[in-house]
């Protein structure tokens, strides 16, 4: 199982971004299905989670900014990034509560895709 994130960049304050994120591999069932980000010198933080019933939560720092949307057929996960401030500059990672063939619910992890934003 393998979750490949893309989308991030540099973007000037007040711009958008749009990350996306795809589970591919032997999969029975995805549960929840989220973004994080750790910016340099900080804790990785959570910024959005949605569950399998499409029920969301956010940092309270993107809320009202960032929206999280899910497609289940896909397996992906997308984050859609408004009015990007300089503070949301961070390494965005996906992550997900994956039932592979063969085993049990397990947390996964993407590979992490930059995110700036500056002037």
């Not at 980000?37 to 309270?60: C, H, I």
């Not at 057929?73 to 997308?78: D, N």
């Not at 984050?79 to 619910?105: F, R």
């Amino acid at each position: 199982v393998q979750l490949q994130a893309s989308g991030g960049g540099l973007v000037q304050p007040g711009g958008s971004l749009r990350l996306s994120c795809a589970a591919s591999g032997s999969i029975i069932g995805i549960n929840t299905m989220g973004w994080y980000r750790q910016a340099p010198g900080k804790q990785r933080e959570l910024v959005a989670m949605t569950t399998s019933g499409l029920s969301t939560n956010y940092a309270d720092s993107v809320k009202g900014r960032f929206t999280i949307s899910r497609d289940n057929a896909e397996k992906s996960v997308y984050l859609q990034m408004n009015n990007l401030k300089p503070e949301d500059t961070a390494v965005y990672y996906c992550n997900a509560n994956i039932w592979p063939v063969g085993s049990h619910y397990q947390n996964y992890w993407g590979q992490g895709t930059q995110v700036t934003v500056s002037s």
